[in-house]
């Protein structure tokens, strides 16, 4: 038996998902920006996808562009808003994803991009008064940058209060939403936001796009230059079976929204009931009121075989993860962890969820960790 808990890192395709894109592959081949009657099929085609996007978010059509994923999203959003628009600080938290942090960083020494971040809590939550205080004592063009959900440990952000924050003090505002989209209603008409991400494999689409929201009052120009693709906003010919994929992957997350959350929550829920019942000083990561319900984040306590326990799931047949999957090669401490000060002698795993799992999977994970750390009968024995 083979189990998959990571799929805050990817997720599998679901097959309705494969039939769109196959369906396309064998039938449409036409350079979107041809002219003849193949290339106008296909250009018919992606346009029917951003319609798609645009109605799951409640954005108009000309307001989303599609891109290679949420990296590359992210990036143009930042890079934009320092090059177009003026900003000339950034803020945003320590425990951002890193293509957040890494292009700050890179924003600060390349262009002078004064960089602040806001406090967090032990349990991720940003501090929103402190936020407010930031915007208030500077007359410099800010753009915030905070993501919705934490890919580690699931705490959710205010949105709606992030963005009223934002426009009291004219601010702009991007938010990295891969976690979130597809899992939680967004409606960028009601949010009121400049810049929003997302990516096809977080919610069983294909890997290498996703899309960017912008804002139809927020004008930047192209951030890769070439052909007149995307509305002359991204050069280079689209991803046309990738574009179909995400647009039909989206529509099945909204559509079964309440269904899958009800069924994930659940899955979650018997978890985090199950590791309780069955181990000594279980602990959770992240705030466990307000939660991205795809991601547990679980902290073990110190024992002699911490250390091997990613290797011997993995060995057992349970994939999940010790972090982000982005830091890629040998296990890395967290920025993340390090951030919410989280206990170093700890060993912590994130268990992550779709509605493709089930109970037996999860009762399969435990009767694993069962002979790998020493459970609440060993201690009373």
Do not use: W
Not at 12 to 31: R, S, W
Not at 102 to 126: A, M, Q
Not at 148 to 162: F, R, S
Not at 206 to 223: A, D, M, R
């Amino acid at each position: 038996m083979r189990v998959y808990f990571d799929n805050a890192a990817t997720t599998p395709l679901d097959p309705i998902v494969i039939e769109a894109m196959t369906k396309v592959m064998q039938e449409n081949f036409g350079n979107p920006s041809s002219i003849h009657r193949e290339g106008r099929t296909s250009r018919s085609i992606i346009e029917k996808a951003r319609k798609v996007i645009a109605k799951c978010i409640n954005a108009s059509i000309g307001e989303v562009f599609f891109t290679s994923g949420g990296t590359e999203s992210s990036n143009m959003a930042l890079k934009c808003s320092v090059r177009d628009l003026g900003v000339q600080r950034i803020i945003t938290s320590q425990m951002e994803h890193h293509c957040v942090l890494h292009t700050v960083e890179s924003l600060e020494k390349s262009d002078g991009v004064v960089v602040e971040y806001v406090n967090i809590d032990t349990c991720g939550r940003i501090d929103y008064d402190q936020l407010n205080s930031l915007l208030e004592n500077s007359d410099k063009k800010t753009l915030v940058s905070l993501m919705h959900a934490n890919n580690e440990i699931g705490t959710v952000m205010n949105m709606d209060k992030i963005s009223e924050i934002c426009q009291v003090h004219d601010a702009l505002f991007h938010s990295d939403t891969v976690q979130t989209m597809g899992h939680f209603p967004i409606d960028v008409d009601k949010l009121k936001i400049n810049f929003l991400t997302g990516a096809a494999h977080k919610f069983h689409g294909p890997k290498g796009v996703g899309f960017i929201y912008i804002n139809g009052e927020t004008q930047i120009k192209p951030y890769i230059d070439g052909g007149a693709q995307e509305r002359n906003m991204r050069g280079g010919t689209e991803n046309f079976y990738g574009i179909v994929g995400l647009a039909k992957a989206l529509e099945l997350a909204v559509e079964k929204m309440e269904e899958k959350h009800r069924h994930i929550d659940g899955l979650r829920q018997y978890l985090k009931n199950k590791l309780v019942e069955n181990f000594e000083d279980i602990q959770f990561n992240g705030c466990q009121e307000n939660y991205l319900y795809t991601v547990l984040s679980v902290s073990f306590p110190p024992h002699p075989k911490s250390d091997m326990m990613m290797l011997n799931l993995d060995i057992s047949g349970i994939s999940a993860s010790g972090g982000s999957a982005c830091s890629s090669g040998a296990e890395k401490g967290s920025h993340v962890l390090e951030s919410i000060q989280a206990t170093t002698d700890r060993k912590t795993i994130r268990f992550s969820f779709s509605h493709f799992n089930t109970k037996e999977e999860v009762d399969f994970l435990i009767e694993k960790l069962k002979s790998m750390i020493v459970t609440k009968k060993e201690v009373l024995a």
